[in-house]
């Protein structure tokens, strides 16, 4: 199957090959792009939960660990494991 592209519109996806490919309303796809070839990937949406979210206190927690990790105050894997015995 083919499709024109137009100079003022996006691309837009056949009916049948929606169909084909499975794509969902609010499906997001993914374009990979290799030696002149397009490939379309499905990225559903995924449903989220009260329990996906992280509290006040689990965020602060988590930023203060990005920072660390960004300023290389890492700990070795090894070191922790004899730390914790395993």
Do not use: C, N, Y
Not at 75 to 84: A, G, N
Request: glycine share 6%.
């Amino acid at each position: 199957m083919t499709a024109t592209i137009k100079s003022k519109s996006p691309l837009t996806v056949p009916d049948s090959v929606r169909r084909r490919a499975g794509f969902k309303p609010s499906d997001h796809v993914e374009f990979r792009v290799s030696r002149g070839s397009v490939t379309i990937l499905t990225r559903r949406s995924v449903k989220r939960g009260p329990e996906d979210t992280l509290t006040a206190a689990e965020a602060k927690k988590t930023r203060h660990a990005l920072d660390q990790v960004r300023e290389g105050k890492v700990t070795p894997w090894p070191q922790v494991k004899h730390e914790l015995g395993l």
